[in-house]
């Protein structure tokens, strides 16, 4: 075990936390989503072990990932450099206004909402000893999507955000979000 392995991301300042959310999370989501889409694109119907309710994690999952790269598209073309420029000139700590902070907000709950829907649609990825290897791993990437969209949340909502908005910004927390949303 390396002692310096685990990352304190409160100590990071929030032009390193748009780094590492690119890195540790926006890449290897996205990654993943790809593979996820392609086995539904190229190897769902080839597949006589897949669920009936696959053509339903289809729908749900491409909807997600249309929500998480537009998210991703907003936070490194518009969000990440506002906040990178506020650092580099020193305007002081608080460098985002609440409208665009309530946009990324609307995006994580639609996300948040859909990854809901998926896991209920994919029995809460439990995995069946007769579905094929291939299945298998779609819905173990799904999962995986899922930790790493959460701890994207928790960072982004927790410590990045808090640290770059005006102060008596309300910051919505990630337990009322599923209550307020709708995807429709």
């Excluded at 780094?19 to 290897?28: A, E, G, M």
Aim: with cysteine; charged share 20%.
């Amino acid at each position: 075990m390396h002692p310096y392995a685990i990352i304190n991301f409160h100590e990071l300042t929030p032009a390193a936390l748009c780094d590492v959310i690119v890195n540790k999370f926006h890449q290897p989501i996205e990654r993943t989503a790809e593979e996820v889409m392609a086995w539904f694109n190229l190897e769902r119907q080839d597949d006589p072990t897949a669920p009936a309710t696959t053509d339903l994690q289809q729908l749900l999952f491409a909807k997600m990932q249309t929500e998480i790269i537009q998210l991703m598209r907003k936070e490194t073309s518009i969000i990440f450099p506002v906040i990178r420029n506020a650092s580099i000139h020193k305007k002081g700590r608080k460098s985002l206004q609440p409208a665009a902070y309530d946009s990324i907000q609307q995006s994580f709950q639609k996300i948040m909402l859909l990854l809901q829907k998926i896991r209920q649609v994919t029995g809460n990825y439990l995995l069946q000893g007769y579905w094929s290897s291939a299945y298998k791993i779609c819905i173990s990437d799904m999962y995986t999507i899922e930790q790493l969209l959460q701890q994207w949340l928790y960072i982004a909502q927790n410590i990045l955000y808090p640290a770059v908005l005006p102060a008596n910004t309300i910051v919505i927390r990630q337990d009322e979000i599923l209550n307020t949303v709708s995807i429709d």
